[in-house]
């Protein structure tokens, strides 16, 4: 597994977290609260080599002095956000897998970055790609032999920043008479991804999997 490395890769984690912690401050009682306990977590339980999260409930609600019913609220709340990313839904003897949405989080914070200074806003808008992204050392892209993999690889191989921000986070849902259905997120990443990256996502779709004629983009929930 590669590792988040690069010169700037531990500042930028930093840099997300500051963010965060801004914009929670600037916010009503529940926002502070939200914030807080997403930073916990992110610090204390986040694989930034594997992108993943995987925490049990129990060891969250330790975590956040908090009792198990409240963990369930509170991660709901941050996948409605798209503050979390569900990549594996949890089953008996296995805890849920989630990612970062590091696109809705600077979305969502974006305003507050003037408040921390010039730098931070600096060194988050350092990207050559549209609004709502960071600029990080990419992950790898999942190994495979379905469409989607080999879609994900080539477009990982092909632009590893729009891999990393967007593209890992769609889920693939059907593919039929040559359509594939992806769900987004939210509707935010929904509305970028149909706008800049759809044509590119079928353009090498084209390449890896001729089956995939044409994509939709749906929003997940």
């Given at each position: 597994?590669?590792?988040?490395?690069?010169?700037?890769?531990?500042?930028?984690?930093?840099?997300?977290?500051?963010?965060?912690?801004?914009?929670?401050?600037a916010g009503e009682t529940t926002d502070r609260q939200t914030a807080l306990r997403l930073m916990v977590l992110i610090t204390a339980r986040y694989d930034w080599r594997a992108d993943r999260l995987s925490?049990?409930?129990?060891?969250?609600?330790?975590?956040w002095s908090v009792d198990e019913r409240t963990v369930k609220r509170q991660m709901a709340?941050?996948?409605?956000?798209?503050?979390?990313?569900?990549?594996?839904?949890?089953?008996?003897g296995r805890v849920s897998e989630y990612s970062l949405g590091i696109a809705k989080l600077l979305e969502d914070t974006r305003a507050h970055w003037p408040a921390v200074g010039s730098d931070l806003v600096n060194r988050l808008s350092e990207t050559s790609v549209p609004t709502g992204t960071l600029n990080v050392i990419p992950f790898p892209a999942p190994e495979g032999s379905t469409p989607w993999d080999r879609?994900?690889?080539?477009?990982?191989?092909?632009?590893?920043?729009?891999?990393t921000t967007w593209a890992r986070q769609l889920q693939?849902?059907?593919?039929?008479?040559?359509?594939?259905?992806?769900?987004?997120?939210?509707?935010?990443h929904a509305s970028y991804v149909e706008t800049h990256l759809s044509l590119r996502l079928l353009s090498l779709s084209r390449l890896v999997s001729p089956e995939i004629t044409s994509l939709r983009i749906e929003v997940a929930g």
């Open positions: 597994m590669a590792r988040l490395v690069g010169q700037g890769a531990s500042s930028r984690k930093y840099d997300l977290l500051t963010a965060l912690g801004a914009a929670g401050l925490t049990g409930q129990r060891e969250i609600a330790a975590l709340k941050l996948r409605e956000k798209g503050w979390l990313v569900l990549r594996r839904q949890g089953a008996r879609l994900l690889q080539a477009l990982a191989a092909d632009s590893p920043l729009l891999y693939p849902m059907v593919l039929e008479a040559g359509e594939m259905r992806l769900l987004a997120p939210s509707r935010f």
